[in-house]
């Protein structure tokens, strides 16, 4: 009996111990990461820029990637390529070029939500150990690329890990959503939310973004979309909370 008291009080303190590192140390070392990124991005911008404001030869370009969020990354990207179209009437009308597609898993944008005081690395792609862990927030493969007509579609962890989308759940009508790469700064605006859906609803982040499976819930024509995908309810990966918005401006750096 004594022995067995034992190893539940050790068994019992391996959990404390583990749960401890899931919900507290992770999101330590995620977030810390996640802001040295942040703030690495803006420095190499901002020398960038003052290069290019006293007429220097550009450095070579650094590759882009971008970090995904919650456990979302198993989900399929969709087939689709995202379409083009014209810009919005409150957006520059000059045409945007297409963007190189980023080097996979490498932080290229900064995503802000000043309505839950959130500001995090883009990567490219969805993986847990190379993005979504890091506390980053993924960009799906195969959607549009910030300011490109389509969806410009992420993904990030709601628990653990940076938990960078835990409180999009907040988001409403008119908050923005602020994405800044090294060439510009591109201002969405939040119009619609889906509170859950699918894990598998790839409809969600398709060119023109519109469930699959909650009829009527998204949108019926091209246009220049951003979508936050995370899980929902917390602490599970059951099903997916949507949040999408439309580009409302564009800004040169």
């Given at each position: 009996m004594w022995g067995a008291a034992e190893a539940a009080v050790t068994c019992g303190l391996v959990l404390?111990?583990?749960?401890?590192?899931?919900?507290?140390?992770?999101?330590?070392?995620?977030?810390?990461?996640a802001e040295r990124k942040v703030e690495?991005?803006?420095?190499?911008?901002?020398?960038?820029?003052?290069?290019?404001?006293?007429?220097?030869?550009?450095?070579?370009?650094s590759g882009a990637g971008a970090d995904a969020g919650a456990d979302v990354a198993d989900e399929p990207p969709p087939d689709a390529v995202p379409d083009s179209g014209e810009a919005p009437g409150h957006t520059s009308t000059r045409r945007q070029k297409?963007?190189?597609?980023?080097?996979?898993d490498q932080a290229y944008a900064v995503l802000r939500i000043p309505r839950i005081g959130i500001r995090v690395p883009v990567a490219e792609g969805i993986s847990k150990s190379g993005v979504l862990n890091k506390g980053y927030v993924g960009h799906y493969p195969r959607t549009?690329?910030?300011?490109?007509?389509g969806n410009f579609a992420l993904a990030g962890h709601r628990n653990t890990h940076g938990e960078p989308f835990r409180r999009i759940d907040r988001l409403g009508d008119g908050d923005r959503l602020v994405v800044e790469t090294k060439k510009a700064v591109y201002t969405y605006v939040v119009d619609k939310t889906l509170a859950q859906t699918s894990a598998r609803d790839s409809g969600v982040i398709r060119p023109v973004p519109r469930s699959l499976v909650k009829a009527g819930r998204g949108y019926s024509a091209p246009g220049y979309y951003i979508t936050l995908t995370t899980?929902?309810?917390?602490?599970?990966?059951?099903?997916?909370?949507i949040v999408w918005g439309k580009l409302q401006s564009m800004r040169p750096r």
């Open positions: 404390l111990l583990l749960v401890a590192h899931q919900l507290w140390w992770t999101n330590r070392q995620a977030r810390e990461g690495a991005l803006e420095r190499e911008w901002g020398e960038r820029g003052e290069r290019r404001d006293r007429g220097d030869a550009p450095s070579g370009s297409p963007a190189p597609t980023p080097d996979w549009a690329q910030p300011g490109e007509g899980c929902t309810p917390e602490y599970t990966s059951k099903y997916r909370l």
